[in-house]
């Protein structure tokens, strides 16, 4: 579907939402916030597949089937990729931090603009609509749950994100690590929640 359109009461209370977490204003170096913003701020690709490569070696014996999860993970994400970057041309949504700071002429009365506002992440040069990350994020662990056959494991997810402090978040399950994806989008000022969920 596609985005909230600009006049309606959901993108005003995404939009707030955004503008209260996201600024770059909004985070204190070292804040568990600002660092589960930052540890989902590298490369996604990397993270899933060094997650995978720790499901595999925990949890399969035969190469066959740990080349088969990696084949059905990467494809999907692949998939994912090109319907992300077709929404993305298609809709050609703005981003939070242009929507904030010309906010006063969105046509929507119950959005205030700041044009000073900036994002704690600089903007990706390319639309916000849909979340790139999130449909990266949605094929990894949607594939991986598909794969074990349950949503609930127990692993952990490393970074490389410069900025990260903990560079290892550990999780109970496949949609807890992509509920903290779209809330770490929106924390970093880059996306609004629908284009995260």
């Not at 692949?78 to 993305?88: F, G, H, I, L, T």
């Not at 994002?119 to 074990?148: C, E, I, K, Q």
Request: proline residues 6%.
């Amino acid at each position: 579907p596609p985005p909230p359109p600009m006049g309606s009461v959901i993108y005003a209370r995404e939009y707030d939402e955004v503008k209260a977490k996201g600024s770059a204003h909004a985070h204190t170096p070292g804040a568990p916030h600002t660092d589960l913003a930052w540890f989902w701020s590298g490369n996604y690709v990397a993270q899933w597949n060094e997650t995978a490569r720790q499901l595999a070696n925990g949890h399969l014996t035969d190469a066959g089937d740990s080349a088969r999860l990696f084949a059905l993970i990467n494809l999907a994400a692949a998939d994912a990729a090109m319907a992300v970057w077709e929404s993305k041309i298609f809709y050609n949504f703005w981003r939070p931090s242009m929507a904030i700071q010309e906010g006063a002429y969105d046509g929507n009365p119950r959005t205030d603009g700041d044009g000073g506002w900036a994002p704690l992440l600089a903007n990706p040069a390319y639309s916000d609509y849909v979340s790139g990350a999130n449909g990266l994020t949605g094929a990894f662990t949607g594939m991986m749950r598909l794969f074990f056959g349950s949503d609930a494991m127990v692993f952990t997810v490393k970074t490389g994100a410069a900025n990260a402090i903990d560079k290892e978040r550990d999780f109970t399950s496949f949609s807890q690590a992509a509920q903290e994806v779209v809330d770490a989008r929106i924390l970093l000022g880059i996306h609004f929640r629908s284009a995260d969920e």
